[in-house]
């Protein structure tokens, strides 16, 4: 790619490209299913591409050897490890890992609740509440009124909700008394009602007796998305505090002091659930391996090209923060967040959504006003830089799980000040998400030429834990590269936005999701 457009010199410039054109080639010879052995011929002078940045600092001279040669050891199905002398001055090492998009490395496997015996003898409530507990659910209420069943709980530990419905039906039918006709089941997230389940006894028994599909179950049932406040009843095994820590690695590429930049180690997320929908949220970051900096200067409208500033630090504060997330029987979402809303911004965030047909389309708007933070100072704003960041939105969703696509857009004002759009395609694999994004804004008020005419692009991918780890959870990776370190189309990086809150918990996902309502299920 050259600037904002695309170029093929083998097209475009046939005659440079035959003048610099070379053969290059290579053999691999798999002297066992475990051991290979590699030579290729590579005729790159690399001394003479002088607008390579790296060519000064390490290709003065022309290199040794233009043959490679390597050994690639394959301990596992899933694992490539590469020992190799390059350009006959160099050793090293690479370690691969490869796997279908999607597929666990390690089947998903979470055994089934067993019943202690001496369990038995308590109350049904009692029961019940200890089975959901143990099973991964928390905020548990149990209720019992003549024929009727009512179960209300937060699921802590299932990627799928319909996996957690799958859990909570199999111990229902184990454990609740045969007098029960009518179940009512209600997911919450932090006491807010995600969606209610109801469904008969029989309908429950006949699906475990396999009388029933998933679908044919799911169909019998009625859900309601719409219900925003969750039946009263006395709740146990609250879960006021919750923590995640999970490792991480951001990069910052390509940069004139060195291609490779990055920074790795772990970051928390810690939460105070304080009441219904309100939570306190602080995200501590420790990165012990961290080499990133950079010998370009911030352009001058920096809303983001101050990055290297705030990244280059060992410890970092991103979130420091009380989000309050609202949503009434309508199925209208809201969300404020108020606090240090991310590594470089500080200030308030807010925003409003609504699903459409079934969760088929989602609309919303939102806004951000913010000040720059200090990146030496983690509590602090910077002295000068007096300016107040604002943006507002509006926000658009197209769902389309028959093909497991999304499509979004938002438009409006965004950080630096430019009117236009950001359009992203994202496909889901299983808890994989792919997606890429292009921004098509009005950059004529950027002061310098690197800004203006720039359309913010990149891709991201998400993964979650549950893939890696051999049993489910909620938890995930998130990882995302852009070409080019612009302010063009930037926005602030959001906590907990509405249209990953609502997520798949809609109809029309929910009906996708059948298929992993088995407790057993390894996937």
Same mark, same amino acid.
């Given at each position: 790619?050259?600037?904002?457009?695309?170029?093929?010199?083998?097209?475009?410039? %046939?005659?440079?490209?035959?003048?610099?054109?070379?053969?290059?080639?290579?053999?691999?010879?798999?002297?066992?299913?475990?051991?290979?052995?590699?030579?290729?011929?590579?005729?790159?002078?690399?001394?003479?591409?002088?607008?390579?940045?790296?060519?000064?600092?390490?290709?003065?001279?022309?290199? %040794?050897?233009?043959?490679?040669?390597?050994?690639?050891?394959?301990?596992?199905?899933?694992?490539?490890?590469?020992?190799?002398?390059?350009?006959?001055?160099?050793?090293?090492?690479?370690?691969?890992?490869?796997?279908?998009?999607?597929?666990?490395?390690?089947?998903?496997?979470? %055994?089934?609740?067993?019943?202690?015996?001496?369990?038995?003898?308590?109350?049904?409530?009692?029961?019940?509440?200890?089975?959901?507990?143990?099973?991964?659910?928390?905020s548990i209420g149990i209720l019992i009124d003549r024929n009727d069943l009512w179960v209300r709980v937060q699921n802590d530990k299932y990627y799928y909700s319909t996996k957690a419905i799958g859990v909570i039906t199999k111990i229902i039918n184990e454990i609740a008394p045969r007098h029960i006709e009518n179940i009512h089941i209600t997911l919450t997230d932090n006491g807010i009602a995600v969606f209610e389940l109801e469904t008969t006894r029989f309908d429950i028994a006949e699906f475990y007796r396999d009388k029933l599909t998933a679908g044919q179950f799911l169909y019998l049932a009625r859900i309601d998305t719409a219900k925003g406040r969750p039946p009263d009843m006395p709740i146990e095994n609250k879960k006021p505090f919750d923590y995640m820590v999970k490792p991480s690695l951001?990069?910052?590429?390509?940069? %004139?002091?060195?291609?490779?930049?990055?920074?790795?180690?772990?970051?928390?997320?810690?939460?105070?659930?304080?009441?219904?929908?309100?939570?306190?949220?602080?995200?501590?970051?420790?990165?012990?391996?961290?080499?990133?900096?950079?010998?370009?200067?911030?352009?001058?409208?920096?809303?983001?090209?101050?990055?290297?500033?705030?990244?280059?630090?060992?410890?970092?504060?991103?979130?420091?923060?009380?989000?309050?997330?609202?949503?009434?029987?309508?199925?209208?979402?809201?969300?404020?967040?108020?606090?240090?809303?991310?590594?470089?911004?500080?200030?308030?965030?807010?925003?409003?959504?609504?699903?459409?047909?079934?969760?088929?389309?989602?609309?919303?708007?939102?806004?951000?006003?913010?000040?720059?933070?200090?990146?030496?100072?983690?509590?602090?704003?910077?002295?000068?830089?007096?300016?107040?960041?604002?943006?507002?939105?509006?926000?658009?969703?197209?769902?389309?799980?028959?093909?497991?696509?999304?499509?979004?857009?938002?438009?409006?004002?965004?950080?630096?000040?430019?009117?236009?759009?950001?359009?992203?395609?994202?496909?889901?694999?299983?808890?994989?998400?792919?997606?890429?994004?292009?921004?098509?804004?009005?950059?004529?008020?950027?002061?310098?030429?690197?800004?203006?005419?720039?359309?913010?692009?990149?891709?991201?991918?998400?993964?979650?834990?549950?893939?890696?780890?051999?049993?489910?959870?909620?938890?995930?990776?998130?990882?995302?590269?852009?070409?080019?370190?612009?302010?063009?189309?930037?926005?602030?990086?959001?906590?907990?936005?509405?249209?990953?809150?609502?997520?798949?918990?809609?109809?029309?996902?929910?009906?996708?999701?059948?298929?992993?309502?088995?407790?057993?299920?390894?996937?």
């Amino acid at each position: 790619s050259q600037g904002e457009g695309f170029q093929i010199e083998l097209f475009q410039n %046939p005659r440079s490209w035959a003048r610099d054109s070379q053969f290059f080639g290579g053999i691999q010879w798999a002297i066992s299913d475990h051991y290979a052995l590699m030579v290729e011929y590579n005729p790159i002078r690399y001394h003479k591409q002088t607008s390579d940045p790296a060519q000064a600092k390490y290709f003065q001279d022309p290199v %040794p050897s233009q043959f490679n040669y390597g050994l690639r050891w394959k301990p596992f199905r899933f694992a490539e490890v590469d020992i190799s002398y390059q350009r006959g001055q160099e050793l090293g090492i690479n370690l691969s890992m490869n796997f279908d998009i999607g597929q666990p490395m390690i089947p998903i496997y979470d %055994p089934p609740y067993r019943e202690k015996q001496e369990d038995k003898a308590a109350p049904i409530n009692k029961r019940l509440t200890m089975a959901l507990h143990r099973s991964g659910f928390s905020s548990i209420g149990i209720l019992i009124d003549r024929n009727d069943l009512w179960v209300r709980v937060q699921n802590d530990k299932y990627y799928y909700s319909t996996k957690a419905i799958g859990v909570i039906t199999k111990i229902i039918n184990e454990i609740a008394p045969r007098h029960i006709e009518n179940i009512h089941i209600t997911l919450t997230d932090n006491g807010i009602a995600v969606f209610e389940l109801e469904t008969t006894r029989f309908d429950i028994a006949e699906f475990y007796r396999d009388k029933l599909t998933a679908g044919q179950f799911l169909y019998l049932a009625r859900i309601d998305t719409a219900k925003g406040r969750p039946p009263d009843m006395p709740i146990e095994n609250k879960k006021p505090f919750d923590y995640m820590v999970k490792p991480s690695l951001q990069t910052f590429l390509n940069d %004139p002091s060195g291609f490779f930049k990055y920074r790795l180690g772990a970051e928390a997320l810690v939460s105070w659930r304080a009441w219904k929908g309100g939570s306190f949220v602080a995200g501590p970051g420790v990165y012990p391996l961290n080499n990133i900096s950079t010998v370009n200067e911030p352009l001058l409208d920096n809303v983001r090209t101050d990055i290297v500033d705030y990244q280059k630090k060992k410890f970092s504060l991103p979130r420091l923060l009380f989000d309050q997330v609202y949503k009434t029987n309508n199925e209208i979402y809201s969300r404020f967040s108020a606090g240090y809303l991310e590594i470089e911004y500080g200030g308030l965030d807010g925003e409003i959504a609504k699903p459409l047909k079934n969760g088929r389309f989602v609309l919303g708007l939102s806004g951000t006003l913010a000040k720059k933070r200090d990146p030496d100072a983690v509590f602090a704003f910077k002295d000068d830089d007096k300016s107040a960041y604002y943006t507002s939105f509006v926000n658009a969703r197209l769902n389309v799980p028959e093909y497991e696509i999304s499509f979004d857009a938002k438009t409006g004002r965004f950080l630096g000040g430019d009117l236009g759009s950001r359009f992203s395609v994202s496909k889901f694999i299983n808890g994989v998400i792919l997606t890429a994004w292009y921004s098509v804004t009005d950059t004529s008020g950027f002061r310098d030429s690197y800004n203006r005419g720039y359309h913010d692009k990149g891709i991201a991918l998400v993964i979650p834990f549950r893939l890696l780890s051999g049993k489910d959870s909620k938890t995930t990776f998130n990882y995302a590269i852009s070409p080019w370190t612009r302010d063009v189309a930037q926005d602030i990086n959001h906590y907990n936005p509405l249209f990953d809150f609502i997520g798949r918990n809609t109809k029309i996902f929910l009906d996708r999701d059948r298929g992993m309502m088995y407790k057993q299920r390894i996937n």
